[in-house]
């Protein structure tokens, strides 16, 4: 793709009237792209000093900004990094109707790193993988994903990047990083193409000819024109189900769950202590190796999930954790990927993360309320995997709770609410008709709970009849992850 | 307050049912404070190891996590600093009816580096200064603020540090900067006494004893719930408009504005590639000498502002700039202080931001909507110069253009786009409607003018019945700006 790239000769008049006439289909577009809610993204990778700055600069020239942004994530170095490889990348995702252009993106960011020696070729493995992941994931949710890469060779690329040193305004400009990659052309090339070739099969690269400004400029315009109405022409696209293979552990059916379990009185205080105790112990811990934590709450109303959580989350240091309640979604969130609120709320690295509720809701809520359509929520279970995997990968430990109770506790727990003033903004008439629904949910829960139960992030049943049994349970279960996250780092650091 | 602290000695038994009936009432609060929508901020500042972080866990324990946050600012050397001073505690407000606990603040940020000699005694003295103007927006805006100074003696605070370095798991948590702050414990004292005398008019700090730690929890809680039920009795606090002198630039009546005003198409073009040329070299220097630039669109519907921000941000790299369309207020949003969604939109050091509308929606559509009460935008006249000066003491370059047309030439306009199919889009029963009230807009937008063109954030109304005259104007105004503060970075910096 790079070595044998051919640059064609062409007439500038012809030129300067395809790129107007392109200019002006764009300009057209955006109306259209807004009516149609399609959401795009175009990223423009490629070499240092290649143009990718003016080369977006034109593109955006006739969008009106209320529809675009562009966004250059900063590349540091891997030691530094607090989220995973693909955070900044998710995070800048547009919303329905809206472009955003990426002034080089996941390809830069993984072959850099790999080519410093900051991941082992396996982690870059790992990551190209997580790249086709997401880009399947964009696409099956409707985004238009564009991907060009910006070519120059090493003559032109020396050329341009003396120019710039040799002007005291531009001097600053030549990075360190530049000039190495430079002296290495020859691997980045070489990587460059190779990404290429392992993340072109589901969306195509498109190399364009930096050296000719004026003519990458047209023909990025004429593949985004060229995407934008086949988008509009098809329609918004909705992935299919796929199968993807992820080692499980197993899980009983919620009818099997024993709910007579209980704890005596005098027990509960002694263990609740003592786990908590050690708990807090094992947050420093957490914190100095920079492991990050995140903990799921599902389960049914009344179940016992937010005193669950205060009991989980009293013992941690409050400057080291956060508990994300998870509400209906914003305007802004609805008009993204799904995981998109989920991805922008990650913990950094050493931090501990309690979600009370969470991207399940996808499978559980909205699948039963028609909120998505029928093949949204069945391909979720593998992109929810995925994206699971995508943090443990990246050395979270997820442990994932569904706190369970029979629907007899359920009602007792609902009228004590009613007829206690202090309590009563806890039940809401929409409490009262999920509970219409328990069949569905159980068949949905069940579901979920037999296709997401990956051995990286597995599901724990807590029979929460008994708070307070339930309470010892989640603290057991998080302190045995948390000490088996302390001591396995060395094993894991080898591998 | 900090020199002659008393300790007091108490019954244990009183304390301890003290703490529990206050426990229970908070717990009850909560439902109460989140019907009355009210927000709370609760700053828990004090001495390193004084036990700030101890003291927010028992705090929260209680509390639902839907309706809290705790949030621990992250104070480094100012030179890395990309945001105002007030940004990250600004950032932070909580929506109406939660509560957003701060782990030190504005106080420690300002104060440290005070000491340090990160900043000179003038910008300390003007964050004292901004701060007392971020308090009192706060309470005006109907925020209830519960500031506590957590105390320990020097005594104290060298047998904490100890113990903390003595052990292997927590000798990590003493940094070097609690070992400067112990060594300079009497210069701390002093600053910390003057920064409360300094900014405890409006509202009151509480010093609490940090060596009695459960005496501490009982008196923060005792404060919390009693400004709590304060707020709830009285209901929701609405500021009164207050005067403020900021030195002012004479300002015309939009009737008085020539809108004759035309520029030749051969002067257009011959200016506008010029000037682009030259705010593009501008861009570069002010990328590298850090200056932020904030360029505010206000005008007419109609009036040309797209146009004229895009022949602006054309020249610009897109790396180093953004265009931020400001919509209605998104519901997250509008539970917010008014100014908040502005404070998150703002841009690092060396970086361009165009609003394209801005915070003085507030006194326009606001105003004339009903979307607030009349004291709302009256005091956000002041509101809005103390806000622009906190920009510009920060060292942006603020600048505001009104983009102004008369009548005739927004129908014709209007009419234009109702009649070309591509422009449709760009025409809405909402603009019909603002206009039959321009004679109300144009009050409210004449009194805007001369309250908030303050000399360091000033006003141009800007001629656009032709719109290429206005885009040379905007384009000069802006270049003349940056070269005047490119120069004269040398005299600010002695200043």
Redesign the interface.
């Known amino acids: 793709m790079l070595k044998d790239f051919e640059r064609k000769t062409e007439d500038k008049d012809v030129l300067k009237a395809e790129t107007k006439a392109l200019r002006e289909q764009l300009?057209?577009q955006q109306?259209l792209l807004?009516?149609a809610k399609l959401p795009v993204i175009v990223l423009i990778e490629g070499w240092a000093a290649a143009g990718k700055?003016s080369l977006?600069?034109e593109l955006?020239?006739?969008i009106?900004?209320?529809f675009y942004?562009?966004v250059?994530p900063v590349i540091g170095p891997e030691k530094e990094e607090r989220y995973p490889f693909l955070y900044p990348f998710f995070s800048a995702i547009p919303e329905n109707g809206k472009i955003t252009?990426l002034?080089s993106g996941w390809m830069e960011s993984a072959v850099r790193k790999f080519l410093r020696h900051e991941i082992t070729r396996k982690e870059y493995q790992r990551r190209i993988r997580q790249v086709n992941e997401f880009e399947r994931q964009l696409r099956d949710g409707g985004y238009l994903v564009l991907k060009i890469f910006l070519h120059i060779d090493k003559k032109e690329q020396f050329e341009r990047l003396r120019n710039l040193a040799e002007h005291p305004?531009?001097e600053?400009r030549v990075t360190d990083e530049d000039i190495w990659q430079h002296k290495e052309y020859k691997r980045f090339q070489d990587t460059y193409e190779a990404f290429m070739e392992d993340t072109g099969d589901l969306l195509p690269w498109h190399v364009l000819d930096g050296k000719n400004r004026k003519g990458a400029v047209r023909d990025a315009m004429a593949l985004l024109t060229g995407q934008i109405q086949e988008g509009l022409d098809a329609g918004r696209y909705v992935g299919e189900p796929f199968d993807e293979e992820f080692p499980m552990k197993e899980m009983p059916h919620l009818s099997e769950v024993d709910l007579s379990l209980t704890i005596e009185d005098d027990e509960y205080k002694k263990e609740l202590k003592k786990l908590q105790k050690r708990l807090s112990?094992l947050h420093?811990?957490i914190y100095?190796k920079k492991i990050p934590v995140i903990l799921c709450y599902e389960g049914w109303d009344a179940a016992g999930k937010?005193g669950n959580?205060?009991r989980v989350?009293?013992p941690?240091?409050?400057?080291g954790f956060?508990?994300r309640?998870i509400?209906s979604p914003?305007?802004?969130e609805l008009n993204r990927q799904y995981l998109w609120r989920f991805w922008t709320r990650l913990p950094r690295t050493g931090h501990i993360c309690?979600f009370?509720r969470t991207w399940y809701g996808r499978v559980m809520v909205e699948r039963l309320e028609g909120f998505c359509g029928e093949k949204d929520w069945q391909r979720a279970y593998n992109e929810i995997n995925e994206f699971e995997r995508q943090l443990t990968d990246w050395g979270a430990v997820v442990i994932k709770f569904w706190i369970h109770i029979d629907p007899e506790t359920q009602l007792a727990r609902f009228t004590d609410r009613q007829n206690t003033p202090?309590k009563q903004?806890k039940i809401t008439d929409e409490d009262w008709r999920n509970r219409e629904k328990w069949p569905q949910y159980e068949v949905a829960v069940d579901e979920m709970l037999q296709k997401t139960s990956t051995k990286n992030a597995p599901w724990y049943i807590i029979e929460s009849n008994d708070k307070k049994y339930a309470r010892i349970r989640t603290l057991k279960i998080i302190v045995k992850a948390l000490e088996e996250a302390c001591e396995n780092r060395f094993e894991e650091m080898m591998d």
């Open positions: 300009t057209a109306q807004m009516e700055g977006i600069k955006i020239s006739e009106d900004p209320r942004s562009v250059s252009f002034d305004e531009t600053w112990e420093n811990i100095r937010g959580i205060r989350a009293y941690l240091d409050p400057r956060d508990v309640p509400a914003l305007p802004h309690i009370d202090e903004w």
